[in-house]
């Protein structure tokens, strides 16, 4: 063995090999992939091979396409055949909002290239001939499903590997790994140190304990899993000659049953609701290839369903029963990605579908590594998206909660429950009591919209009870003024010697002058937006250099692992995220001014205060920093404060605003504001796949500034040459259900979709249902009255382009 390497990959899974051929592909060849027994012996070996497209989140759909058109390259290269079958599989609805679900993977798979489409039951039969017809009202069917065989997958991908240049080393345990100070790290092993520039932490069942070499405290948790392989079954072997093809997967969302052929039986598995993590806290390294013992009693509430949907499978005798653990993370995505802080750390972990999934997190790791970008969104597997708030309790209760309800719907308007209260802003109880129904904003609870009591959310696709409240909350904020609780935005500290060169470097805008604020995207080298920040100048003779940048909550880990990325070695600049250290409130509407100039003795009239302004400001005696800014579109300030006084001025507030109509707005209202205002926002319209002239933050890149800030050159390049998508804002003739995010579009009448829709929803005050998302740039400039469609729910709903916002179109409201 080697002791040295560009990268060493611990654990020989899918995953660890899926990663080893990826990198040796991208060109990455002095590697090893290390294995503590022998390759698959984790969960890999008795995993049942299912394969499928559908995934809630549609970057991950696309990754999860690629890795199952990936098979045939991967046993081409290495001789191994991948055992795989493709069979078609059918996902069955039960009733009308299942349906609804369906038509809405459907819909987007017209956009992603997925060739799904609906069938009916008696077509269904004829993929899968077990289910009772009665139990379920339509069926999708997918033609890419099927089943492989996981052992011949992992070595087809190892044997590909070592092809390419690879090595692997089984019987090799990693006991250790030691950051050397200088990027590079030590990996002990049982068979001595290697000294890698790059380590990835492949680690599957052991993954948390791996992370923990490195002092890290993964967010994952094992959950053991049953599927049971049955006898011989009647009516098998007659469709298989009768038909020429085997039975082909389906999934049973109501009964919580996945099931296809398997030999002359068939293999039943359950997501079961009393389901059981799996050794909490530490796996023990002696587990080996050996499974759990089933547990029937568990399991037997989800079978007494299935027998109900699939009578034929209640006579059966079951050959097998297997009980195994694998692990997944709090939402149920990977956890991929270089980890912030710790340069040459990259984790591959909480892999909950490595057959499904394998080949698109190899792919976007090694892309990563070697070229500096995964080369797609892959957000929802960023292991950047939880935060050390993600404790071993809080993933512990997530985890559960996710894995009773993957086969359950998560409607849009649904805050799931599990681990919360978590977070809470000082005012939390206060909001509460005034009706506030909260929901979850990367683990802090924050209002969503205000209701009277026994009023709640009914879960759905359409719009439901908050529609009226959360209109009048538009109405109110847009008629006087309203308040909203800022405190989850993501803020960071920006200071020192080196702070105002650093930050041109980072930003595309102009650094704005001390007092001053502006909207600062910052771009990759490769010119696409990878934040979407506004910047203020809070620099006096006091403080030196500092600047405050303001962004996305979510993405806090993902933004400082960018920032200490690129800070300066020589310790002249300083990034500090104070999160809830630094509370917010906003107010805005166009009382506002006139609600703070009863707090102040300051000159805020529009010139004592213009737009953009900010400055420290006492509010009745309390040290707060006020910024004269709105993401609502309408006269409005932002006040910062320490945690320690937003009750205070939350009170004062309502106190002085109560005369002027002041009411609390939600995150909803805030979203139906912002639409017709036109604003995007991180996440949605702002992501790292679209450069800013496509998302129209262009005109915040400077092309004059000195600094050569990141991206700059490729920016131009996109600038001159004009991108090829747009980010557009259309009117919908919706009925009782607006867009939501991810509806495809269609222009002029087409069959096939050319765009995607990134936000949508109801535009209180302008009484118009609208949507944003992106369509070809040649397209965008046709204003015609219904010239585009959006497929909401099944139904294609005329859509017109709004090229100016709905809402003060002039801006005058937000400027004077
Ligand atoms: C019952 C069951 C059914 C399943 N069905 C499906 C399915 O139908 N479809 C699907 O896509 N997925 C399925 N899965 C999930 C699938 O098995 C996992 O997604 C996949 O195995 C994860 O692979 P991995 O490489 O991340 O982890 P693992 O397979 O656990 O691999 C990790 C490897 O790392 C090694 N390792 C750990 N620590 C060290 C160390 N310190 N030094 C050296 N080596 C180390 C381990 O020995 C192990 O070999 C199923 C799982 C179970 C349990």
Not at 79 to 91: A, E, K, L, N, Y
Not at 724 to 731: D, G, H, I
């Amino acid at each position: 063995m080697k002791n040295t390497a560009q990268a060493v990959v611990i654990g020989g899974g899918v995953v660890g090999a899926s990663v080893l051929y990826h990198l040796a592909r991208e060109g990455m060849t002095d590697i090893m992939l290390l294995e503590r027994d022998v390759l698959t012996c984790g969960s890999s070996w008795h995993a049942a091979g299912g394969f499928h497209t559908i995934n809630g989140d549609p970057n991950v759909a696309k990754l999860q396409k690629y890795t199952i058109e990936l098979y045939k390259e991967i046993e081409e290269l290495s001789g191994q055949s991948c055992g795989v079958h493709r069979t078609g599989g059918i996902m069955l609805a039960s009733d009308e909002q299942r349906m609804e679900w369906l038509r809405m993977s459907l819909a987007r798979g017209k956009y992603l290239g997925l060739d799904l489409r609906e069938m009916g039951l008696d077509e269904a039969l004829e993929v899968n001939p077990f289910f009772d017809k009665s139990k379920f009202v339509g069926a999708i069917y997918d033609p890419l499903d099927g089943h492989l065989d996981p052992y011949g997958v992992t070595h087809a991908y190892a044997k590909s590997a070592r092809i390419l240049g690879a090595a692997i080393h089984e019987q090799t345990k990693v006991e250790d790994t030691v950051p050397n100070g200088d990027g590079t790290w030590t990996v002990v092993t049982n068979k001595g140190d290697i000294h890698a520039e790059n380590v990835v932490n492949c680690g599957g069942l052991w993954a948390r304990e791996v992370g923990r070499m490195a002092g890290l405290e993964l967010p994952i948790l094992a959950m053991e899993h049953h599927y049971l392989l049955t006898e011989s079954l009647t009516g098998v072997a007659e469709f298989n000659e009768r038909t020429g093809r085997e039975i082909g997967h389906a999934v049973d969302f109501s009964a919580e049953l996945y099931t296809r052929q398997e030999r002359d039986g068939v293999l039943i598995g359950t997501y079961e609701q009393d389901c059981k993590p799996w050794h909490p806290h530490t796996t023990p390294w002696n587990f080996g290839s050996e499974l759990l013992e089933p547990d029937y009693d568990r399991i037997m509430p989800s079978l007494e369903k299935i027998f109900e949907h699939f009578p034929a499978y209640r006579d059966v005798g079951i050959r097998q029963a297997i009980n195994g653990p694998f692990v997944f993370a709090p939402d149920g995505n990977p956890m991929i990605g270089p980890m912030r802080g710790m340069p040459g750390y990259w984790c591959a972990v909480g892999v909950m579908a490595g057959f499904s999934q394998g080949g698109g997190v190899g792919l976007s790791l090694a892309n990563w590594m070697v070229h500096g970008d995964p080369g797609a969104d892959i957000w929802a597997m960023d292991v950047a998206r939880y935060g050390d708030w993600a404790t071993m309790r809080y993933t512990n209760k997530k985890v559960r909660e996710n894995y009773s309800r993957r086969f359950q719907i998560k409607f849009p308007n649904e805050e799931l429950r599990a681990g919360r209260p978590h977070k809470t802003t000082p005012i939390h109880d206060r909001l509460v009591a005034e009706g506030a129904r909260m929901g979850d904003g990367w683990g802090l609870e924050v209002p969503l919209w205000f209701a009277p009591e026994g009023v709640e959310d009914e879960h759905s696709f359409r719009r439901s009870a908050d529609f009226e409240y959360v209109g009048a909350e538009c109405r109110a904020l847009r008629d006087g003024v309203g308040v909203i609780e800022a405190s989850g935005f993501a803020k960071y500290i920006v200071r020192g010697e080196g702070a105002e060169a650093w930050l041109d470097g980072m930003l595309a805008c102009r650094l704005p002058e001390p007092g001053r604020m502006a909207l600062a995207p910052m771009l990759k080298e490769d010119g696409k937006v990878i934040g979407d920040f506004s910047v203020a100048n809070l620099t006096t003779a006091r403080t030196g250099p500092k600047y405050k940048i303001l962004g996305a909550g979510n993405a806090e880990v993902y933004h400082m692992r960018w920032f200490l990325r690129h800070l300066p070695e020589d310790g002249s600049v300083e990034v500090v995220p104070v999160g809830l250290g630094m509370c917010g409130l906003a107010v805005a509407g166009p009382k506002s001014r006139e609600l703070l100039s009863r707090l102040t003795d300051e000159d805020v009239s529009n010139e004592g205060m213009r737009f953009m302004d900010i400055r420290d400001m006492e509010l009745d005696g309390i040290p707060c920093i006020v910024g004269r800014v709105s993401f609502t579109g309408d006269l409005g300030y932002e006040i910062w404060m320490r945690p320690e006084y937003q009750r205070r001025i939350y009170d004062l507030l309502h106190e002085h605003g109560a005369g002027l109509g002041i009411r609390n707005v939600g995150m909803r209202a805030f979203l139906s504001l912002r639409l017709e205002k036109k604003f995007g926002t991180w996440g949605r319209e702002y992501r790292p796949i679209y450069s800013p002239v496509e998302c129209g933050l262009d005109r915040f890149c400077s092309t004059r500034k000195e600094a050569d800030y990141i991206g700059r050159a490729a920016f131009e390049k996109a600038k001159a040459e004009g991108g090829t998508l747009r980010l557009s804002t259309f009117t919908v003739d919706a009925d009782d259900a607006d867009a939501i995010g991810d509806e495809p579009v269609f222009h002029d009448g087409d069959a096939a979709a050319v765009g995607w829709i990134t936000s949508g929803g109801f535009a209180h005050a302008a009484g118009r249902s609208v949507a944003m998302g992106y369509i070809p740039r040649e397209m965008a400039g046709d204003t015609g009255e219904g010239a585009f469609e959006i497929e909401i729910l099944g139904q294609r709903r005329k859509a017109t382009v709004a090229d100016i916002p709905l809402f003060d179109a002039d801006g005058s409201r937000m400027r004077s």
